[in-house]
C-alpha cells in the first residue's frame, strides 16, 4: 500500500484509494509504509500513530501478509511473525534487543482495539498476491496469503462490532486473471511483488470492488457503482459458499 517501495518505477495501491471517495466528505490519509510487517510496524509505534491522529467516526484499513512470513531463526529480520493463531508468543532478540513476538492476528487484535478505542471502525483487508501470471499463465491457488487472509477474517468476525473484513487478494487475482498475461506481466518491472502506477490503480480497484460487494457502510459510501465495476475487467462480486476458482 505504500506510496513507493521496491523501486522509483513502482506505486502502491494506497495512493489511488482517495479517487473512490467524493472528497468533500473523506480524507484518505495513507500511512503504509514500505518492508513493514504487523510486527515491525507495531514495535515502530507506526499503530500507535495511527490511533494518535484518530477521531470517531473514521476508518482505518489494514492490510499486511507480504513482510509476515518466515523464521526468526536462525537470524531474525525484525519481521517474521510468531506462528500461531490466537496468544502464542516467541522470544527473540533483533539488532540487539530482547523481544516477545505475537501472532499476526494478535498484532491485529490489538491494533483494532486500539481503534475501536477511539471510535473509528476497522477493514481488515487480506493481502494482494504476489503476480499471479509470472509462469506464463494466470493462476491462483492456496499459497501462504491464504494463511493471512483466513487470520483476517477471523479477527475481523471475531475482535467487535465495526470490524469488517475485504478478501483483497481474490479480487486482486480475479482482476488479474481478468486483464491476461502480458498485461499484467508488464506491470510488474522489477519483481514479482511490487506493482506499476497503472497495476496499483487495479489493486486499488479491486479492493473498492471487495468493500462495495461488503456490507459495511464505508462500502456503501465508496463513489464508484458495483454494476460499473463488476462489468469490467475488475468484476463480479465474489460469493464464498465454496470454493472460488482463481
Not at 466528505?25 to 495513507?30: H, M
Not at 496468544?87 to 513476538?101: F, L
Amino acid at each position: 500500500m505504500a506510496k513507493t517501495g521496491g523501486g522509483s518505477s513502482t506505486e502502491g495501491w494506497g495512493q489511488f484509494l482517495q479517487y473512490s471517495f467524493n472528497k468533500s466528505n473523506f480524507a484518505v490519509e495513507n500511512n503504509a509504509i514500505a518492508g513493514r510487517s504487523a510486527r515491525s510496524f507495531t514495535r515502530e509505534g507506526r499503530f500507535q500513530a495511527v490511533a494518535d491522529k484518530l477521531k470517531s467516526g473514521d476508518w482505518v484499513v489494514i492490510e499486511f501478509g507480504h513482510n509476515d512470513g518466515g523464521s526468526l531463526t536462525p537470524t531474525d529480520n525484525g519481521r517474521s511473525d510468531c506462528f500461531g493463531e490466537g496468544s502464542q508468543t516467541c522470544s527473540t532478540t533483533y539488532n540487539g534487543v530482547a523481544e516477545t513476538v505475537l501472532t499476526y492476528p494478535a498484532y491485529y487484535e490489538k491494533a483494532a482495539a486500539m481503534f475501536l478505542g477511539k471510535g473509528a471502525k476497522v477493514i481488515m483487508s487480506s493481502a494482494t498476491p504476489n503476480n499471479i501470471c509470472e509462469s506464463g499463465s494466470c493462476s491462483w491457488g492456496p499459497s501462504r496469503f491464504d494463511y493471512y487472509a483466513w487470520y483476517a477474517a477471523a479477527v475481523a468476525g471475531g475482535t467487535a462490532k465495526g470490524v469488517y473484513h475485504v478478501p483483497h487478494g481474490y479480487y486482486a487475482a480475479q482482476a488479474m486473471k481478468n486483464l491476461g498475461t502480458t498485461v499484467v506481466n508488464a506491470n510488474y518491472p522489477n519483481d514479482h511483488t511490487h506493482t506499476s502506477a497503472y497495476m496499483a490503480d487495479i489493486m486499488a480497484k479491486s479492493f473498492v470492488l471487495g468493500l462495495k460487494c461488503g456490507t459495511s457502510a464505508l462500502g456503501a459510501a465508496v463513489t464508484n457503482t458495483t454494476s460499473s465495476m463488476s462489468s469490467t475487467i475488475l468484476g463480479p462480486c465474489i460469493s464464498f459458499n465454496s470454493t472460488v476458482p482463481i
